[in-house]
């Protein structure tokens, strides 16, 4: 990527377009900050009115699994700069485009790896030498039970490729029975057809955080920088609950914490953000968990916190703009609203009045079109004079707030 000079005039000759592989509500912020740049934007995801294509100035809808429909999609339109959002996507299609000299970011090879449990770890542990927690990889129930006894139980077992927690196996008795079961729930959870997975020690988390990471160039050469680390809480779920930012953790934990965000980053290469995954253990231990090449959920907050969100670090960086340190300008919160129903069509945020009379509270609608149990379709989003309380505000204005 070079340095970018000018801007330019969407949808005319001589527009720059960005076309974004998974168009849910991080993609649609993505597309908001390419817009607000005056790029062309083109929105893809497998279903009708995604979040990205409510702000976006074209729209496809195909499987991004199937090699063939990617390609035809990314020929047809020729964009500048293609973006990933999500993991579903046929990577050794992006691999092929960009050797026809498409620009993916933040490449191909890092969307390969991120997506990948075992070459993810491998990478981090073994190329990067970064701490993370005990695993083994096995790929049939023997190996499984080798591989639990090993790491020491409890372990969790993950299949090669899921996201969002699926096919978790948490195993809390040694008995290869049991063993045997949460391997075989890990495989038919996954993403594909592969039977292989990782099994990692099962840590006490002390917290976790989300270190944005990003690339861009600058005038003398790619500068690798990071955001003040976002931390954030499950509450024993796999999806996140609350983010918040700036962390009031000590310093040198902090500190591990960006290394690690910045080895990452410049192990994967290419430009744009990376939110890296990190642990605190309770026994204080500083661990590598995953990487999204792209702007992380968690972030959102940062729409409130810094003066640039990961979603403007995201375009600039990727498109050859720079990206200045972004300084926090308020303590921040974000707390996702899920809804607990199946299908619902045009649902409805109810509460939304109550919830956006407390000073510093605000809120974004992901537009999807229909629900199921446990999707994300909202956020609430608060500044305050302290982390507690933008906390505070995003609890009590998530009092009034469901989906229906
Ligand atoms: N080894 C582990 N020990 C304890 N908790 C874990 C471990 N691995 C994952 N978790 C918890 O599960 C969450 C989701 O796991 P992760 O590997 O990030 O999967 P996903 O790809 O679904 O985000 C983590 O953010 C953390 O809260
Ligand atoms: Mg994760």
Same mark, same amino acid.
């Given at each position: 990527m070079n340095r970018r000079e000018y801007l330019s005039t969407p949808m005319f000759e001589g527009s720059i377009k960005i076309m974004l592989l998974g168009s849910g509500e991080l993609g649609k912020e993505v597309a908001i900050e390419a817009q607000r740049l005056g790029l062309e934007v083109i929105a893809v995801d497998r279903y009708e009115w995604a979040p990205a294509m409510h702000v976006a100035h074209r729209r496809y809808v195909i499987d991004m699994l199937n090699p063939n429909a990617l390609k035809a999609v990314v020929r047809k339109e020729k964009p500048d700069v293609i973006i990933p959002e999500i993991e579903a996507i046929a990577v050794d299609a992006l691999e092929e485009l960009e050797s026809e000299g498409f620009y993916v970011v933040p490449n191909a090879r890092a969307v390969k790896i991120a997506m990948n449990r075992i070459e993810l770890r491998k990478f981090a542990a073994e190329v990067l030498g970064l701490p993370t927690t005990r695993y083994r990889f096995a790929e049939n129930p023997d190996e499984a039970v080798e591989a639990c006894e090993e790491v020491g139980i409890p372990c969790l077992i993950k299949p090669e490729m899921s996201s969002s927690g699926h096919g978790h196996a948490k195993v809390l008795d040694p008995s290869p029975k049991v063993i045997r079961e949460a391997y075989e729930y890990a495989v038919s959870h996954a &993403? =594909? &057809?592969? &039977?292989r997975v990782i099994v990692e020690e099962f840590v006490q988390l002390e917290t976790e955080f989300t270190v944005l990471s990003y690339r861009y160039v600058a005038d003398n050469g790619v500068v690798t920088e990071t955001c003040e680390p976002v931390e954030h809480w499950r509450y024993g779920e796999y999806h996140y609950i609350e983010s918040w930012q700036p962390s009031s953790k000590p310093m040198d934990i902090l500190n591990k914490a960006r290394e690690i965000g910045i080895r990452v980053a410049n192990g994967l290469g290419g430009f744009g953000i990376f939110g890296v995954e990190i642990f605190l253990t309770k026994d204080g231990r500083v661990l590598f968990s995953e990487v999204a090449p792209r702007p992380h959920d968690t972030g959102m907050v940062t729409m409130v916190s810094q003066e640039l969100s990961e979603f403007a670090i995201h375009v600039r960086a990727a498109i050859g703009l720079p990206v200045p340190k972004p300084k926090v300008i308020s303590p921040g919160a974000s707390l996702a609203i899920y809804v607990d129903?199946? =299908?619902?069509?045009?649902p409805k945020v109810y509460g939304v009045y109550n919830a956006l009379k407390i000073p510093g509270v605000d809120i974004r609608i992901f537009g999807k079109p229909f629900t199921y149990k446990g999707r994300r379709m909202a956020v609430l989003l608060a500044r305050g004079s302290t982390v507690e309380e933008a906390l505070e505000k995003v609890r009590n204005a998530s009092k009034y707030t469901f989906v229906g």
């Open positions: &993403r =594909g &057809r592969s &039977r129903k199946d =299908g619902i069509w045009a």
